[in-house]
């Protein structure tokens, strides 16, 4: 004890023992600067977040509207009454990418649902009481008091027609839409169901969807109230940072974040199986009943799963009607072929003598989509099927030009690649 004693009187008073307590200050100002900056630094972040989400979930902001809308008689739906009235609606979390576009998760009826939402982008969220009104002008004005059921059809034919392109189909569709405005079947179409249904209409994703239904590939649609509407519950995502926590998904490195899907992500035989519902998609949207669509933004984001593991699309805002894509291109000015992009990636060519657009697609569906299989697909693939799946793959992402202008190699890409995949996990349990 005594040495002990000693030895420690000897360390408080060596010249050592002075110099580390004449640094002491200084290496508590350091710690407290470091301190104070992590909380700065944590404070700027927490406001960013809380800045970002207050500006991309604005679901109260479409309750407000649609109901107030509602309540004065202007739009209708089958799911107005629970929405409004009874309170059965339950919004959950926000799924929102962009602030135009309001997506929750909820429960309606003891089901999962997504609740989809528009706001105009031009309508503030702080502009209260201000915003009905604003809306009620813009959106909810057709068709206009005294239109007949017959003008309403035909007002929706030429709708169809210019959106969709002159099919002998349309008139079904049509028939849908009215349907769909007759919610309560009492064989009449009030002016409330009509606008409601005339703002869906508007809606990109809504139209799309009504042209898939039943085909098993988009989420199916359960009800709507104005140009709000529900479809069943919310796919998996099949990207890569849908495997990890939320709040580790902005610090990881992007390179990470494949290696990480393989880890935590559906096995690859599921994989496989999800692979060969977004080549039938493709079909369908190749020549489906209602024309052809482009998929203008192609990434990992979109392809959805249901719990047994079928193809789901889970974002539909970025395919878009082959008509759409060609009234955008046709005559545009351009420099460069990137002037000649419709959504994120439906890029033509632009002809740089007479400075405009092509019609025509650089890149058909099926390519773009085999380059997501590439890198969705062959790692984990199995060592026999590994080589063969790589070449035909490397193929279909060589395929260029219009697909309607290559339809055979087109069809027999695909064909080869869905029955190599099936082959492989056919009589399997993931079949």
């Known amino acids: 004890m005594r040495r002990l ?12 023992s002075k110099g580390l307590q004449g640094r002491l200050p200084g290496l508590r100002v350091k710690y407290v600067f470091l301190v104070w900056l992590g909380v700065l630094a944590g404070s700027w972040l927490a406001y960013v977040h809380y800045s970002s989400y207050a500006e991309l979930c604005r679901g109260h902001v ?6 107030d809308q509602y309540r004065k008689g202007i739009i209708s739906g089958s799911i107005c009454q629970d929405l409004c009235n009874l309170q059965q609606v339950e919004w959950r979390t926000c799924l929102s990418s962009v602030p135009g ?3 929750y998760s909820g429960l309606w009826q003891g089901k999962e649902v997504t609740i989809k939402c528009g706001l105009e982008e031009s309508l503030s969220w702080k502009a209260g009481a201000d915003v009905a009104p604003r809306r009620e002008l813009v959106l909810f004005d057709k068709p206009t008091r005294g239109t007949s059921i017959k003008e309403f059809r035909e007002m929706t034919l030429s709708f169809l027609k210019a959106n969709l392109g002159d099919l002998p189909s349309l008139p079904a569709l049509v028939g849908q839409v009215l349907l ?25 994703e809504f139209l799309l969807l009504l042209s898939l239904q039943g085909r098993g590939h988009a989420a199916p649609l359960l009800g709507h109230c104005g140009d709000l509407y ?4 919310v796919p998996r995502s099949s990207g890569p940072a849908a495997a990890l926590p939320a709040l580790l998904r902005p610090l990881l490195p ?13 096995a690859w035989p599921w994989r ?23 998929m203008c ?11 047994k593991y079928d193809f789901r699309m889970a974002d539909l805002q970025q395919v878009a009607p082959e008509a759409a894509v060609r009234r955008f291109l046709r005559g545009r000015h351009c420099e460069r072929s990137a002037d000649c992009t419709y959504g994120r990636d439906c890029r033509a060519p632009c002809d740089t003598l007479l400075r405009q657009c092509k019609g025509d697609l650089v890149q058909p569906n099926l390519a773009k989509v085999c380059e997501l299989l590439r890198d969705y697909l062959l790692p984990g693939a199995p060592a026999g099927l590994r080589a063969e799946l790589g070449r035909q793959l490397r193929t279909c992402t060589t395929l260029s030009g219009l697909a309607s202008q290559v339809e055979a190699h087109h069809s027999l890409v695909l064909s080869h690649l869905k029955t190599l995949l099936w082959k492989e996990i056919s009589n399997t349990k993931y079949t």
């Open 5 to 16: 004693r000693r030895l420690a009187h000897l360390v408080l008073f060596c010249p050592f």
């Open 254 to 266: 992007p390179a990470l974040h494949g290696a990480l899907q393989q880890w935590l992500g559906p």
């Open 180 to 204: 769909m405005a007759d919610f309560n079947k009492d064989s009449r179409v009030s002016l409330a169901e009509a606008r409601s249904l005339w703002a869906l209409l508007q809606r990109n």
């Open 272 to 294: 496989a199986k999800i692979a060969i519902g977004l080549l039938e998609f493709v079909e369908e949207l190749f020549h489906g009943a209602y024309g052809t669509f482009y």
């Open 62 to 67: 479409c309750r407000v509207v649609i109901c």
């Open 101 to 103: 576009q309001q997506v």
């Open 230 to 233: 529900v479809t069943e519950g």
């Open 297 to 307: 933004e192609t990434t990992l984001a979109n392809v959805g799963y249901t719990a």
